[in-house]
Every structure is written in C-alpha cells, then in structure tokens.
C-alpha cells in the first residue's frame, strides 16, 4: 500500500501507559478499493470507531504515552482479531452487507494480513520492547448507541480478559462519576472475542490491562472528548498508582 497501515505518535512517550487503537480509521486504501460499501456504510460505527482516535490522543497527551493506531478500516482487516477469524474481515457487520468480502479467497485473506494486521503488531511490539518495564496496554474503542435497534444505557465499559488487575482498581473508583454508567465488560466481552489485542499484547507478557468502550454519541465534539478523557483519568490513574505501589513491575 502507498501509505502506512500504522501510525505510531509519541513512541518515546515516557508514562507507564501504552495506548493502542485498533478502529481508529474509515480508511479504505486504492489497493482494496471500498469493498462495495456505500458512502454511509464507510462514515457508520461499522467502518471504524468514531471518536476513539481522538479519545486515544488526548489521552496520549495526558499521560505521555505512545499511540499505536491503525490507519486502515476495519472493514479491511480488523486489528483486534486474530487471522483465522471469520470476524478479523467481515462479510456482515451488523446490518450491513460487505460485497468485497463476500467470497475472500485465502491469499486475499493473507495478504491483508500481512498489509494490514501484521504492521499493526510489528508496530506495537517494537513499542513495547522498547520499555523497561512495568507497561500498562489500554486499548481505546467506541460503540454506537443502538445496535440491531436495541438502544444501550451503558456509557463506559471496562473489559478485560483473564487479567481483571487493573478494572478492578479502576471499578472502586466508578463512585468519582455518579453521573455515569459504567460497567465491567460491556457492551461486549471476552466470549464475544473482542479481547485478542488484550490477550496478544498484553496478557502475553504479563502487563495490567484494559479495553475501554465508550459510547460514541458521547465524543461528539471536541469538548466532549476532553470531558471523557478526564473521566477515563479520573478512574485510571489512581488505579495505575495502586498497581505501582503493590505490584513488581512486570
């Protein structure tokens, strides 16, 4: 592809946090083209994850962490499946129909994942083994407020998978925001096989970690984008404390 699946900010970043967004981008390269999608279906929540990026640079901003972010559509290929996954290129997402990957032989399927997905974990691995230690991943999702016409009062999902370190600290903090609904893995959760980047980066080595879902009609605006990343800060990073302070870093 002429541009670069993968964009990387701040990869010197010194905080303890290293952020990753997987639906970051609407992007559908030439060398796809736009799978047969119309204009709505590439703006709508099944393309990518609108507000996240966003959300993920300011958090960047907050905490000086490094920001790896594909620059693909998920509709292409989807960071946070793994390749033998029918869901990693979706001929369905939701309601709505994907014609280019209808009929996907293996070697289209494996040259996205060579263009698509393995940039992506080549670039988060090289951001953390670069770090000392200690790293915690926070991977930073959106979703949209109706799904198959059923309307979602959750605000903020905190989601793990088998390490629930750090969304266990960051869920005794959920009384700073009496005003939001905040719960654990919601809307979505490991049986729904949403946790893979957890698993592949994070678990793996052994690092805290936590998959936030925020409800896009909430990151609306910039202003709205401030409001939650102070939010997210508000649960985060006294439970970032409490792992330094208990914790051998990993």
Not at 24 to 51: C, K, M, Q, V, Y
Not at 242 to 250: A, I
């Amino acid at each position: 592809m002429s541009e670069s699946a993968v964009d990387v900010i701040n990869p010197k970043g010194k905080g303890r946090v290293v952020l990753l967004c997987e639906h970051a981008s609407n992007r559908f390269p030439e060398t796809f083209g736009d799978l047969g999608l119309a204009a709505d279906d590439i703006d709508s929540h099944a393309a990518w994850d609108p507000g996240a990026l966003a959300l993920a640079k300011r958090l960047s901003q907050h905490l000086d962490a490094p920001l790896v972010a594909s620059t693909v559509s998920r509709l292409v290929y989807d960071c946070n499946r793994p390749p033998e996954a029918a869901s990693a290129t979706p001929a369905k997402s939701e309601l709505i129909e994907v014609p280019g990957n209808a009929a996907l032989t293996p070697a289209e399927k494996a040259r996205r994942v060579a263009e698509v997905y393995d940039p992506f974990c080549a670039a988060v691995t090289k951001v953390l083994d670069a770090r000392d230690g200690g790293t915690i991943v926070v991977t930073v999702h959106s979703f949209t407020p109706v799904y198959f016409g059923q309307h979602r009062k959750v605000e903020l999902g905190l989601l793990h998978d088998s390490d629930s370190r750090l969304v266990d600290l960051m869920l005794e903090q959920r009384t700073a925001l009496p005003h939001r609904v905040v719960e654990r893995n919601q809307p979505y959760g490991p049986d729904d096989g949403v946790t893979h980047s957890l698993q592949k980066h994070a678990v793996s080595r052994g690092c805290p970690n936590v998959m936030l879902e925020l409800r896009n009609d909430l990151l609306a605006t910039p202003e709205n984008v401030e409001t939650i990343a102070n939010e997210i800060l508000t649960l985060l990073i006294p439970a970032v404390e409490k792992l330094t302070n208990t914790e051998t870093p990993k």
